[in-house]
């Protein structure tokens, strides 16, 4: 299974960065749909797509708008957006909304069940993150291998999602500061480095990719991989179009 990693950044896009994206190609599964969207038609293996929405935050929702090409090229027949409602609602009276945007690009939306089951037979979860707004977190379980995404919330190392990401193969965890900056965590709602690597060992996970990045650092190393690495070695910094196998 690949896994492409379209945007890795946060609030913004920078030079390096783009805003929250997620693409499993091979089976046409998308997580958020920030300023790296536009890269998704490009990628496309299928023309049917589930996109699952974490929350309405604009990094995370803008590139919604991004879909009237390929549908109106008919590259794109089918796109199911999983959401919750609380989120659906800002997204069509505000983002969807007449003066901003007032074409729908032919999205199937859809509340969020649990669990959604994929056209390959994987099995989508859910779970409810402490955010700003709210935000929720992924999991998605297929027989021998398993994956998970959690972004916009701020990790202790007995987060309350804990039993929920423990012992997938691959966990994706936002890391928006360093720990330098530590006090700013819970007051925004994201989280540090030393916390997310804490919890990815407690959980058992086999390998760590951080996103979410703060845009105001596009440095090679903007989080502190060595301290995250002396507790989690398996942790690695994502970066806009790398690409995994798992």
């Not at 969020?112 to 089951?117: A, T």
């Not at 056209?119 to 707004?133: C, N």
Request: a negative charge; charged letters at 20%; one cysteine or more.
């Amino acid at each position: 299974m690949k896994l492409q990693f379209l945007g890795t950044g946060g609030y913004h896009p920078n030079e390096r960065r783009h805003t929250a994206c997620l693409l499993l190609p091979e089976i046409g599964v998308v997580f958020d749909a920030g300023s790296a969207a536009f890269r998704i038609q490009s990628r496309l293996q299928s023309d049917e797509l589930d996109l699952f929405v974490t929350h309405a935050h604009l990094d995370h929702v803008c590139g919604l708008t991004y879909f009237v090409v390929p549908f109106i090229t008919g590259q794109l027949k089918t796109a199911r957006v999983h959401v919750k409602q609380q989120y659906l609602s800002g997204i069509e009276k505000y983002l969807f909304s007449e003066p901003l945007f007032p074409l729908n690009p032919g999205f199937v939306y859809h509340e969020l069940s649990d669990p959604v089951i994929l056209r390959d037979g994987g099995r989508v979860s859910h779970m409810p993150l402490t955010h700003p707004g709210g935000s929720t977190g992924f999991r998605i379980d297929w027989p021998g291998k398993s994956l998970a995404y959690i972004t916009d919330t701020t990790a202790t190392p007995n987060s309350n999602y804990l039993e929920f990401i423990r012992g997938v193969d691959v966990l994706i965890h936002e890391c928006y500061f360093p720990d330098s900056m530590a006090e700013w965590s819970p007051k925004s709602g994201h989280s540090n480095t030393t916390p997310v690597a804490e919890l990815a060992r407690e959980a058992g996970v086999r390998r760590l990719f951080l996103v979410h990045i703060d845009p105001q650092h596009p440095e090679e190393d903007p989080i502190g991989i060595a301290t995250a690495r002396s507790i989690f070695p398996a942790t690695e910094i994502a970066e806009d179009l790398m690409e995994i196998e798992f």
